[in-house]
Nanobody, 117 residues
Framework: QVQLVESGGGLVRPGGSLRLSCAAS????????RGWYRQAPGKQREWVAT???????NYADSVKGRFTISRDNAKNTVYLQMNSLKPEDTAVYYC???????????WGQGTLVTVSS
């Protein structure tokens, strides 16, 4: 098993920026993907961004051009840089790690991002 710990959430004004981090408790030899999801109050969890093993990234249309996913393999950590934040970005953000070889589909506990003036 692996534990994922998110950090970096908080309260920010519209137009502001935050960087979320997700640290894995151990290194995983073969990671297929790491991603970020979010769940706003009263809504279902939705996908935000993914970075796959080769380094390619994909984003939901709602965050494309504003959010950037990156990773530091040496630190077993993935990041989500969020710029030009909007009130509709308010949600609990969860990180995810998938490894077919290790039979892993791990989730973090979530970190709250609130965008409000």
């Amino acid at each position: 098993q692996v534990q994922l710990v998110e950090s970096g959430g908080g309260l920010v004004r519209p137009g502001g920026s935050l960087r979320l981090s997700c640290a894995a408790s151990r290194s995983i030899f073969s990671i297929n993907s790491r991603g970020w999801y979010r769940q706003a109050p009263g809504k279902q969890r939705e996908w935000v961004a993914t970075i796959i093993s080769g380094g390619s990234t994909n984003y939901a249309d709602s965050v494309k051009g504003r959010f950037t996913i990156s990773r530091d393999n040496a630190k077993n950590t993935v990041y989500l840089q969020m710029n030009s934040l909007k009130p509709e970005d308010t949600a609990v953000y969860y990180c995810n790690l998938k490894s077919l070889a290790d039979n892993l589909d791990a989730w973090g506990q979530g970190t709250l991002v609130t965008v409000s003036s």
